[in-house]
């Protein structure tokens, strides 16, 4: 299975940007996906995530500013972040769980300016 992540890139503090990620390979169902990020010096930490029954979770520093969404019938995942913070700045990486194997995809690099 391999992720591949869209999206990311440099944006003003307040403003805006979505992310995407679509699975390819073999997929029989994907669980849970999701995404994670890490600052600079930091752990890699979770952002939000999705069942495949559309039950979401998310970080308590996110609540309110970023939705995840997902396309079963395409396996994917996107993360619409809203009223961006400088403190969002980090690589973010998309996730997705099957049948116990987790996959991770390559990091995308989000730049909040102040």
């Known amino acids: 299975v391999q992720l591949q992540a869209y999206g990311g890139g440099l944006v003003q503090a307040g403003g805006s940007l979505r992310l995407s990620c679509a699975a390819s390979?073999?997929?029989?169902?994907?669980?849970?996906m999701g995404w994670y990020r890490q600052a600079p010096g930091e752990q890699r930490e979770l952002v939000a995530g999705i069942t495949v029954f559309g039950i979401t979770n998310y970080a308590d520093s996110v609540k309110g500013r970023f939705t995840i969404s997902r396309n079963n019938a395409k396996n994917s995942v996107s993360l619409q972040m809203n009223s961006l913070k400088p403190e969002d700045t980090a690589v973010y990486y998309c996730?997705?769980?099957?049948?116990?194997?987790?996959?991770w995809g390559k990091g995308t690099q989000v730049t909040v300016s102040s």
């Open positions: 996730n997705a769980d099957q049948s116990g194997t987790n996959y």
């Open positions: 390979g073999t997929i029989f169902r994907m669980n849970t």
